[in-house]
């Protein structure tokens, strides 16, 4: 991702983190992420998305939380995915478990 798109992206990132924390569920938490770190630009999920990376429907019954964790946090020289090894672990949890639940 280039340096334009990260500082909307992190700005809206800490927004977010910055609720208090019963004003997030953690399903919830994890949307606002996916939804903030703009994957779906790059997948299809539910009716919306983009083409250019897997669709995510079904995807906790595809792969294990460990799998998920690890595509999420190590990059990849063959892949243009970004990695997101820089999440705390909270919100890696919030993300997986919202990865998960599609």
Known sequence: MNDVLKRPVLALLVLLLMLPAGARSAPLAGQDLFKALGCRGCHLAGASGGSRGPALDGLGK???????????????????????????EAEL??????????
């Open 93 to 102: 949890a919030a993300l997986l478990n919202y990865l998960q639940s599609l």
């Open 62 to 88: 595809r792969l294990s939380p460990k799998q998920l964790r690890q595509i999420l946090s190590v990059r990849r020289e063959a892949s243009v995915m970004p990695s997101y090894g820089h999440l705390t």
